[in-house]
């Protein structure tokens, strides 16, 4: 790719914000804004021209030649709604928007709506009219609340919702006959009230890839609390607590790319940036609102501060001669962004312009995006309504919104209006009591992984064989060598397990050799609780791209944890695939095989008896279970794992969560020598938990009971439990006990005592 010669239609504050970032790349040589405002004046590279109109299309495309322009950015939605993509396609110059057909989408509210229809695409009911007579009966008819949309562009404000029968005629008689939006008007869409949270998806789109930014949430009332007038939007900030990993990929499952497909089978593949509007209802359940086909104001200026990516490299691949999205990574950050707008005074409705402005240096982190001003002379002065705003970044929405607010100090003119109450909605569910998390909205189902034992223990028994029972549920799987055909061998038994999310954590501190000791843990740990001596390993790494460095202290993290358990490391595999793990991203899995004599074999459900203890030994943290939901509670809080830990002012988030799981199997094999059959059975505690993985090793006819009372939550569970159901505790993490041992009740301070000799806390 040359270098890439920009010209950006447009002056709003979204303009400012792509000019901003475009610049950022070091594929751009240089960008003209027409007419661009005083914010993209002050920008490097970045120069603002007036002498063509940005509605003179054959005018721009004259510009563009002569000045070796190469790439088309038009900003609002006019231009490309009257098809300026075709003028420029047809002079050989990429443009990142859609064609006019496609721009339909958001050029008429009719077409769009009868497009979700005709492609099962989730949306509100609705009817079109033209007829104002007509579109009055069938209010009249109508029992449920309505939404009224002006069909054609209305700068964002085409929508009223009435709270009554007659505000809704008022509504009607405004748009189609007084025309309070012009010829937007002549048609109009009656569509169902929905009711739930809004959310703003932007999403790059090449014709057949998509791929979309964080989740925003914006706000359109001009007054707090979310009342007043509509507005083309007071403030926006993203990621959002709504937007969780399983409702944006139902999202992109059932709407986004349904939406892409349908627009490429119609015959106008879209190709730039789909701007999706979503109503989640209270049940999860997401509709879309409407479709716009370019970038949002002031969503973009909220979710590019998150993109880490070169934009100009994505946009390039969307509007290049050969799409190739699909090639291009799109990362984004995993702070937090808010944008706080600043208005003329008596906006959205008759506001004075040329007010003179005065905008201050903003420090790192928080950035002012221009929408409406010029410069005149010297004086920067308002131009429009939405005159300016201050972003802010930081490591959690209230570090941002906090910041945006220092920001919009940095402002000042006469009248200057805007919202105090911007993400208000994020943070009055953060303060509800009943927002406590649980393992499924983290996207981990245990019932699921249950369900899914108990439905193939049909198929696995078939292959049972001599020495194999071929029964599963049990922590490890068992070949009784002797009866398989080699009289006199022991038994063989193998174990499996990988390290799961926790790894994700492990990329983010770049720390590689402490789950090397998890993989082997989680293995040797399910060994020991049978009976079985580990004598080896074998371990599975799977990665995008082989970082040397990164898979060298991995393994040598598994090597250690074999020496801690006394088995060899025998063999391994290490495979790249990029196209199934992306960026830095990599999983590990491990085996595990041990030995034993039958006499050795645990559990002893048959020697159990009621009176029997348990007796717990000590996890050395969260182990390698639950850390989905770890994460969750780390991003639901705002917090990156480079901060402080909040139980541990010693260490970070991060390296305290990478404290490796325990290994138990020494002890507890120095304690069955030592004691011979005063244990009869052990149980390491894993997913599930207490609850689940106690009652596995005991008979049915008896139970356990624990009294959680009895040893003292460790720290790192008291902080996670802040967010945690209590019974979702229970079932997601060891709650600081990471094995339980079943011991004769007169035995139990002999089996102790070798315990504690040998280093472990009962």
Known sequence: MSSLRILLIGNGGR?????????????????????GNGGTASLPKVTNNVTVSADDFPGLVEFAKKNG???????????????????FRDAGIPVFGPSKEAARMEGSKTF??????????????????SDYTKACEYLKTVKHNVVIKATGMAAGKGVIIPQTQEEALQ??????????????????????????????????????????????QDHKRIGEGDTGLNTGGMGCYAPTKLATPQLIARVEREILQPTIDGMRKDGYPFRGCLFTGLMIAPDGTPKTLEYNVRFGDPETQTVLPLLESDLAKIMYACAGPVPYLEDIPVKVSNKFSTTVVVAAPGYPESYPKNIPMKVGDAPKDITIFHAGTTLKGDQLVTSGGRVIAANAVGESLRAAVDKAYEGVKLINFDGMYYRKDIAHRAFRKADDASSKLTYAQSGVSIDAGNELVDRIKAAVATTRRPGADAVIGGFGGEVDLSAAGHPGAPIIVGAIDGVGTKLIIAQAMNKHDTVGIDLVAMNVNDLVVQGAEPFMFLDYYGCSHLDVSVATAFVEGVAKGCIQAGCALVGGETAEMPDLYTGDDYDAAGAAIGVMKAAQRLPRKDAMVEGDALIA????????????????????????????????NNTTLGEALLTPTRIYVKPLLAAIEKTGTAIKGMAHITGGGLTENVPR????????????????????????????????????FNTGVGMVIAVEKERVEEVVK?????????
């Open 112 to 129: 769009s709506k009868d497009f979700m229809k005709k492609h099962n695409i989730p949306t509100a009911a609705y009817e079109n009219f």
């Open 617 to 648: 030994l000590a996890s050395s943290g969260v182990h390698s279970n639950g850390f989905s939901l770890v994460r969750k509670i780390v991003k639901t809080r705002g917090l990156q794992y480079t901060n402080p830990c909040p139980w541990d």
């Open 15 to 35: 303009e400012h914000a792509l000019a901003w970032k475009l610049a950022q790349s070091p594929l751009v040589e240089s960008i003209v804004a027409v007419p």
């Open 754 to 762: 070798v315990l504690e000799g040998a280093g472990r806390r009962c």
């Open 697 to 732: 090793m005991l008979p049915k006819h008896l139970a356990g009971e624990i009294d959680v009372a009895s040893w003292e939550l460790p720290p790192v569970f008291e902080w996670l439990g802040r967010s945690v159901e209590p019974k979702e505790m229970a079932r997601a």
């Open 171 to 216: 509504a009607l008689k405004e748009i189609m006959l007084d025309k309070a939006f012009g010829s937007a008007g002549d048609e109009v869409v009656i569509e169902e009230f929905l009711v739930g949270d809004e959310l703003s998806i932007l999403s790059f789109c090449d014709g057949t890839t998509i791929k979309s930014l964080p989740a925003a």
């Open 69 to 87: 322009i190469n790439l088309v950015v038009p900003g609002p939605e006019a231009p490309l709604v009257d098809g300026i993509e075709g003028f």
